[in-house]
DNA sequence: TTGAGATGGTTGCTTTGGTAACTGTCGATT
DNA sequence: AATCGACAGTTACCAAAGCAACCATCTCAA
């Protein structure tokens, strides 16, 4: 009979790592402890290629579009984005950061870079091999 | 300034990856699609150890008290598994699996086994580096 | 031009998960 | 024995997330 160790399965290891670092990254939020997962995404996103749509913040972040959609409210009544309808086509909105979102995004970064650094650093020598396991298993499950 | 790459961000590919590997994994539950993950886990659990408490299933499968309760419920109705009162600590009670419940349970493990085992092939050398790391990164987060 | 289908985004409904409060039982101390 | 704090498990309540329906607008074709 094949036995199966649920603390050795793949999924069940990845899926607990996962949570355990999402949940351990949360204190890098620093003063900024209520800001959701969904919410960085966004932040992060918009941060790295300035102005873009809600279809696009989706697709580059993985996230549903209710989702994002939620997330930009949020971040829009924290003032640190703004919507602009796009003239070329109505039904988009143009998302950018406000100084206020940038000013956050900033103060976050250097935290966030350090708690990855971290991790990477503690792994020694097994940090890259596992850079391109990873790479491998996001190219046999690719986004949608 | 220093940058921020989401898609390179180990938190995020980490959380994708997991969900979408647990995405996957659901078509490894064959007839039984409804199945949830907790209760994938404490099925997985109970056939691992036998008789245990459901206390030591969270504690194992790194799940919370409600989950793993809601869970035990959801199995229980299914009559997957079966509850009995101990009678040295009349606040546990022993939960095993049923002949239904294990029949279950053995029509799944091959079938999780090669879904894994495809994960692992593909990675190829890079598996063993792969695993490593996890464990690395288990020992850095552990549980609780 | 108008009508049909596709698309960006939001909202309502339902499911799922976590926190905290609760119930019943145990162990220890008096 | 009576009481108090700890503990196993459940439940009630609330936040987060997905699905589907919806609205407004666009595109394309007759």
Redo the contacts between chains.
Sequence with gaps: ???????H??????????????Q??RAVYGPHHDLT?PEW?VL??L??FGTMTAKAIGK???MHKTKVSRAVRALEERRWLVRRESDQDRREESLSLTAPGLHAY?EI??R??A??AG??A??GP??E??L???A???A??P?D
Excluded: C, D, G, W
Excluded at 1 to 7: F, G, R, V
Excluded at 9 to 22: D, E, G, M, T
């Design positions: 009979m094949s036995k199966l160790a649920l603390e399965f793949l999924p069940y290891r990845l899926n607990r790592l996962s949570s355990v670092v999402s351990q990254f997962v995404r992060a996103t941060a790295q580059h972040s993985s900033r970064v250097p966030a870079l708690f990855e991790i990477l503690a792994l097994h940090a091999p596992l391109e396991a990873l491998l298993m996001e046999r499950f986004v």
